[in-house]
C-alpha cells in the first residue's frame, strides 16, 4: 500500500527529481492536462475536471497523510499540491 501512496503523492515519482521537486510536479500538472485535452475526456472548464480535483485532492491528502509517518511533516518529496495547484490556476481557462 506503501508504493500506492509513494505514486499518488510524489505525482508518478516527479518528487523524486533531484532539482527542483515542486517544478517537476507542475510540469506533470501541465502533462496530465494537456493529455486530457488532446484525448478529450473532458474541457478543462467542466464538472467532470472539477471533480477531478476534488477527487486528486483528497487522495493526496490521504496519501500525504500516510507518507508522513515515514518521510516527517511537510516533505519535498510529496509534489501532489503542485500537481493540483495547476489543475486549480487553469480550472476555467479554455485550452488553446
Known amino acids: 500500500m506503501k508504493i500506492i501512496h509513494t505514486i499518488i503523492a510524489t505525482a508518478f515519482g516527479a518528487g523524486f527529481s533531484p532539482f527542483a521537486p515542486g517544478t517537476a510536479g507542475a510540469i506533470v500538472g501541465c502533462g496530465v492536462l494537456w493529455i486530457i485535452e488532446k484525448l478529450n475526456w473532458f474541457t478543462t472548464y467542466s464538472i467532470s475536471f472539477i471533480v477531478l480535483i476534488i477527487a486528486c485532492t483528497g487522495l493526496g491528502v490521504i496519501s500525504t497523510n500516510h507518507l508522513e509517518?515515514?518521510?516527517?511533516?511537510?516533505?519535498?518529496?510529496?509534489?501532489?499540491?503542485?500537481?493540483?495547484?495547476?489543475?486549480?490556476?487553469?480550472?476555467?481557462?479554455?485550452?488553446s
Open 69 to 95: 509517518k515515514h518521510w516527517g511533516k511537510d516533505p519535498s518529496k510529496v509534489v501532489m499540491d503542485e500537481v493540483i495547484g495547476m489543475w486549480i490556476a487553469m480550472a476555467f481557462i479554455p485550452f
